[in-house]
Structure formats: structure tokens, C-alpha cells
């Protein structure tokens, strides 16, 4: 994983780099990441769901998951958002039979990772919620072929990386 900096469609729009972005190896050219990553301390969750929304829309839909990942200091705690988009079925005036499809955000996963001590060993932080799934399809943009699957990132794994995270911002 990486960071790009993504311009937006239109000329004169917004641009947007991510804390960190990946997708389908080899690289697409001048393509949009499938996954970024948003992390804030000093921004509230609504910013980075701003950021989120950002992502989705300037990206022409190309963004199939972004990760929030707020920290809290002051709790030790780390909300983790997985937002990708569903389609959404709205009548159109005039249709009687048929429904116009859009995406929208949707928020397809929430996990919290507190700890109460001032410990940095991994066992000492809970995860509410369970495992972090990143889909293969969503991620490389093809079905799993034998032997692949979605990405879990395991309740270890998350314990680690809030020890990990914790650490830094001590140093």
C-alpha cells in the first residue's frame, strides 16, 4: 500500500490523496486505488466521512472501499468504519415498473478497539465486533481464483496494529 494523490474528473475540482491507498496488482495506469485509507486524530468522524464521500463520487465509483480510522487519545480508542457502496433503488417520476440504481455509501462494517491501561502489549486491547473482511472482488476487481480469498485481518492482527498505533503517537 501506498498513497496517491487523485485528481477529480473535471478540470479545476478537487483533489484528494489518501493516508494510504492500494489496488489490483499489476497497477492500472492512471486508475483510481480500489481501497484508500483515511486516518484522523484531530478530525471528527463527519470529516472523514466527508473525505469518504469525497472518495466514492470524485472517483467515479472506480474507490470500492474506504477505511476511517479515527483515534481518540484521550480514550485509547480506535473506531474503524468500512464504507463501500450498494445500489439504491428510488422511483423515477413517471416509472411505474422499473427503478433507477445508484450508489450510495454504505456502511458495511464498524469495529472499536479500546484499551483501558496504559499497556502497549497487544493483549490488553479488545476488539468489539470481530475481524475486519476486505473483499477479494472489491479489492482486485475480479472474482477469487483457486486458493485466493477475501482479506481477513483477524482480531491479533488488530490488536497489533492498535499496539503498533498507540506506540507511535508516543514517540
Known amino acids: 500500500m501506498g498513497n496517491v494523490t487523485c485528481p477529480a474528473r473535471r478540470s479545476g475540482g478537487d483533489q484528494g490523496e489518501g493516508d ?10 492512471n486508475d483510481w486505488p480500489t481501497i484508500v485509507i483515511e486516518a484522523g486524530v484531530s478530525e471528527t468522524l463527519d470529516q ?3 473525505d ?3 472518495w466514492f463520487a470524485a472517483s467515479g465509483h472506480r474507490v470500492k472501499i474506504v477505511l476511517l480510522v479515527k483515534l481518540i487519545p484521550s480514550e485509547r480508542t480506535i473506531t474503524l468504519e468500512k464504507w463501500t457502496e450498494a445500489p439504491v433503488h428510488e422511483p423515477r417520476a ?3 415498473t422499473r427503478a433507477a440504481a445508484q450508489l450510495r455509501p454504505n456502511l458495511a462494517q464498524v469495529l472499536k478497539i479500546t484499551n483501558s491501561t496504559t499497556s502497549y502489549d497487544p493483549a490488553t486491547f479488545v476488539v468489539h465486533r470481530g475481524a475486519l473482511r476486505l473483499e477479494f472482488d472489491l479489492l482486485f476487481l475480479r472474482q477469487p481464483g483457486f ?3 477475501d ?4 482480531i491479533d492482527t488488530l ?3 492498535a499496539a503498533d498505533v498507540w506506540s507511535a503517537q508516543q514517540a
Open 48 to 50: 472523514l466521512r466527508e
Open 151 to 154: 482479506i481477513i485481518l483477524d
Open 94 to 96: 413517471g416509472a411505474i
Open 147 to 149: 486458493g485466493e480469498s
Open 20 to 29: 494510504s491507498t492500494g489496488g489490483p496488482k499489476p497497477e492500472r495506469a
Open 159 to 161: 490488536q497489533v496494529y
Open 52 to 54: 469518504m464521500r469525497w
